[in-house]
């Protein structure tokens, strides 16, 4: 039985910096494009990213994004959540996982394939070649792979 006030959840977003991206990953979250973020939505993506969050993790996050407790998660409301920084290591651990999340074979790289198989999961139509343009557009090393600081470094470009 969960105390109130002593919930953790993971912010997937914190690394936004912009409402053009906290908007793309809104529509990313809304499948139907209504305009509303549902329970079954957030678990469906969760899913697709391959995350095993709980129904009951599924519940508590709706219930702290979910501000006007209309059962459902709004654009200014998940937006609120996304620049809301109260955590003291300036979400680097909900980036590290969210690279954890495209990184599919946990090597510490996501090449692009895995960033091909994720954007798909997520209802992304795009080619190989599309992934590899993205690939290259932050692989500052020029290796062919995005590493963990340049996934830092893109996900902090304004």
């Known amino acids: 039985m969960a105390t109130e006030g002593t919930t953790t959840t993971t912010k997937p977003c914190e690394y936004l910096q912009d409402m053009e991206e906290v908007k793309k990953v809104f529509s990313r979250f809304d499948t139907n494009g209504d305009g509303m973020i549902t ?3 957030l678990s469906g993506v969760l899913k ?3 995350s095993d969050t709980s129904p009951e993790e599924v519940i508590r996050m709706m219930d702290e994004i979910d501000t006007d407790k209309d059962g459902c998660i709004n654009i200014e409301e998940f937006a609120a959540f996304c620049k809301n920084d109260d955590s003291l290591d300036g979400g680097a651990k909900e980036m590290k996982e969210a690279f954890d999340l495209y990184d599919q074979d946990h090597n510490g790289r996501i ?5 091909h198989q994720i954007l798909n999961r997520l209802g992304q139509s795009c080619t190989i070649h599309d992934c590899t343009r993205m690939i290259t557009s932050v692989d500052s090393d020029g290796d062919g792979y995005v590493c963990f600081e340049e996934f830092k470094k893109m996900m902090g470009n304004k």
């Open 48 to 50: 697709a990213l391959g």
């Open 39 to 41: 329970g079954d939505e």
């Open 111 to 115: 090449s692009a394939t895995e960033l």
